[in-house]
């Protein structure tokens, strides 16, 4: 081929999204919530999809209201996406570009290395500490004059871990007012002790921006529908680096009746914590170390080089997982999934 691509795209890994589950086994691979929509979102999207002959309004007007009611904002200080990670490459790319550094811990989630390069910035990764949690103190110490933003993911993807509340106020003391903060938090409604408020919060700090989405604890990962709230200058250049219409009506609707009813999605919500917490007591009682997981998925920590071990040893449980070289996120899934958990993490535990 004799296109030129820019080298910083070509050199890019491309994201791997979860494996699907053969017959008969579990799909704990992508976070996905293991209820079925609620009635009331199938509903609004039967009722929609009728009129999918029709572009959707731009920006979403009707949900981007539905929040800023819910969260007590002005609508000019929240933006709809394609899901939350599209939100946080739209920021990035609105504030860093070639020479620019992106800071954020790792392991955290592993689109942001993606985002980053294929804006043509240079990511910074921060090594998380060794309860698996963000060392902000680090992340602080890395900024330079260079740094156009930062990432906190809380709860953290993959490791399930939360950010201190005082820590925080900290970390953010020490970042330079002209620098972006974006606080990713994907799976803050599974989070059932007093943490971080991070919509409270972005009032305080006009450079910070909080990263939310429905496709988690609201189950409509099919749908990609996410939003942020912040400052109404940046969201207006984040704005401007997405594609136009991108945001479905089809969504859209979801995401409102989703938010109608809300009071079903957490009594889901409490279920599925329920079982995350007992599984976990399981798992430590058996000696796996698994750190406190407050997200929908748990952080089974191995050594590089195992990979192909962890594979064999998922599969012959019947389990798909995402397995990096570090460790393997498993998502909390369907009750009947939990004994085969329990025998993985037991048998990766035994290889270390």
């Known amino acids: 081929m004799t296109v030129r691509l820019r080298p910083e795209i070509a050199a890019v890994p491309p994201y791997q999204q979860g494996r699907p589950a053969p017959q008969?086994?579990?799909?704990?691979?992508?976070?996905?919530?293991?209820?079925?929509?609620?009635?009331?979102?199938?509903?609004?999207?039967?009722?929609?999809?009728e009129r999918v002959n029709r572009y959707p309004r731009p920006g979403a007007p009707e949900l981007k209201a539905a929040l800023a009611d819910e969260f007590g904002v002005d609508t000019d200080r929240v933006l709809i996406g394609d899901g939350s990670a599209t939100?946080?490459?739209?920021?990035?790319?609105?504030?860093?570009?070639?020479?620019?550094?992106?800071?954020?811990?790792?392991?955290?989630?592993d689109a942001y290395p993606l985002f980053v390069r294929t804006g043509g910035a240079t990511p910074i990764e921060v090594p998380v500490d060794a309860e698996h949690k963000h060392d902000l103190d680090a992340m602080a110490d890395a900024i330079t004059e260079r740094t156009r933003a930062v990432?906190?993911?809380?709860?953290?993807?993959?490791?399930?871990?939360?950010?201190?509340?005082?820590?925080?106020d900290a970390f953010i003391a020490r970042v330079p007012a002209d620098v972006l903060i974006m606080l990713d938090e994907a799976y803050i409604e599974f989070v059932r002790e007093p943490t971080v408020d991070g919509i409270a919060l972005q009032r305080q700090h006009d450079n910070l921006v909080?990263?939310?989405?429905?496709?988690?604890?609201?189950?409509?990962?099919?749908?990609?529908?996410?939003?942020?709230?912040?400052?109404?200058?940046?969201?207006?250049?984040?704005?401007?680096?997405g594609v136009p219409l991108s945001q479905t009506a089809l969504a859209s609707s979801?995401?409102?009746?989703?938010?109608?009813?809300?009071?079903?999605?957490?009594?889901?919500?409490?279920?599925?914590?329920?079982?995350?917490?007992?599984?976990?007591?399981?798992?430590?009682?058996?000696?796996?170390?698994?750190?406190?997981?407050?997200?929908?998925?748990?952080?089974?920590?191995?050594?590089?080089?195992?990979?192909?071990q962890v594979h064999d040893i998922l599969e012959a449980n019947r389990i798909v997982a995402k397995v990096f070289a570090d460790g393997t996120r498993v998502s909390v899934g369907e009750p009947a999934a939990d004994e085969h958990i329990l025998a993985a993490a037991i048998a990766i535990q035994a290889i270390q």
């Open 24 to 49: 008969g086994g579990f799909k704990l691979s992508s976070n996905e919530n293991p209820f079925p929509p609620l009635r009331a979102v199938v509903e609004a999207v039967q009722a929609e999809a």
């Open 87 to 109: 939100l946080i490459q739209q920021l990035i790319h609105a504030v860093a570009g070639p020479g620019d550094e992106v800071i954020y811990a790792w392991r955290s989630f």
């Open 151 to 168: 990432i906190v993911c809380s709860p953290n993807n993959p490791t399930g871990t939360i950010v201190d509340k005082d820590a925080l």
């Open 210 to 241: 909080v990263l939310r989405t429905f496709s988690k604890a609201h189950g409509l990962a099919g749908l990609r529908v996410g939003y942020a709230i912040g400052h109404p200058a940046i969201l207006r250049a984040a704005d401007l680096t």
């Open 254 to 308: 979801a995401a409102i009746a989703a938010l109608e009813n809300v009071g079903e999605t957490f009594a889901r919500i409490d279920v599925l914590a329920d079982q995350r917490d007992a599984l976990w007591q399981r798992l430590v009682d058996a000696g796996v170390p698994v750190p406190k997981p407050y997200g929908n998925f748990f952080w089974i920590p191995s050594k590089p080089g195992q990979e192909e």
